[in-house]
């Protein structure tokens, strides 16, 4: 059975700082994408990628997926309050039909 | 473009009542998936239809959980009887392409939140 690990599973931090979630799995993804979830909403695609060490930048997000293609990260800069959600990642195998998602991480940014 | 629909926005229940929720993809839209997201935990997948065709229901508790997709457009999941532990958001998703392409953008709706007492 293949899992999707979150880290941290919460994370409060204040208005201007930088912080790094991370996605992590003993098993091989051909892609991986990040999702934003909000209170009383689906979840929203912020970026896939498919290759190993593959580097995307969104904005002030940073999403990279490991050289193994077992996981990932999401660094975001100078944090603001619009960056609260519940961040999901998501792994997903050609052929297998399936998307596995993470349990999130939940970010708070205090004003 | 309008987004996923889905109906009702919640549902309060008693446990072994029976429960229905409905969606409207995405117009175009091949590929339907409906998931389950029990709090703190990921969205869970319960079935994919591709056009009215089911391509993976193999987390689907088949005793009490059913679904269709008529026509290839809308779609109904049906909870009967229900149990405490089903209360959950359920929520409903669609994409452009083909079922097996996990690169593909899902847009989901705002889901249900059922809760069962």
């Known amino acids: 059975t293949q899992l999707l690990e979150q880290s941290p599973q919460f994370l409060s931090i204040q208005e201007g700082e930088n912080l790094t979630v991370y996605c992590n799995s003993s098993?091989?993804?051909?892609?991986l994408q990040w999702y934003r979830q909000e209170p009383g909403e689906g979840p929203v695609l912020l970026v896939t990628?498919?290759?190993?060490?593959e580097v995307k930048k969104l904005k002030r997000l940073t999403f990279q997926f490991g050289d193994a293609r077992k996981d990932s990260s999401l660094h975001i800069t100078a944090a603001q309050p619009g960056d609260t959600g519940l961040y999901l990642c998501?792994?997903?195998?050609?052929?297998?039909?399936?998307?596995?998602f993470g349990a999130g991480t939940r970010l708070f940014v205090k004003a | 473009e309008a987004g996923v629909a889905q109906s009702p926005r919640y549902k309060i229940i008693e446990k072994r009542q029976s429960v229905a929720f409905w969606c409207n993809p995405i117009?175009?839209?091949?590929?339907l998936y409906w998931y389950q997201q029990i709090l703190g935990q990921g969205p869970k997948l319960l079935i994919q239809?591709?056009?009215?065709?089911?391509?993976?229901d193999s987390q689907l508790p088949k005793d009490r959980f059913s679904a269709e997709r008529l026509k290839g457009v809308d779609s109904t999941l049906k909870i009967q009887p229900a149990k405490l532990e089903d209360s959950a958001v359920y929520l409903c998703?669609?994409?452009?392409?083909?079922?097996?392409?996990?690169?593909?953008?899902?847009?989901f709706g705002p889901g249900t939140r059922l809760t069962v007492l």
């Open positions: 998703a669609s994409s452009q392409g083909l079922a097996g392409r996990p690169t593909d953008t899902q847009y």
């Open positions: 990628v498919v290759t190993g060490g």
């Open positions: 117009s175009g839209h091949a590929t």
């Open positions: 998501a792994g997903g195998n050609t052929g297998g039909f399936k998307t596995i």
């Open positions: 239809f591709q056009n009215n065709g089911v391509v993976d």
């Open positions: 098993s091989v993804f051909s892609s």
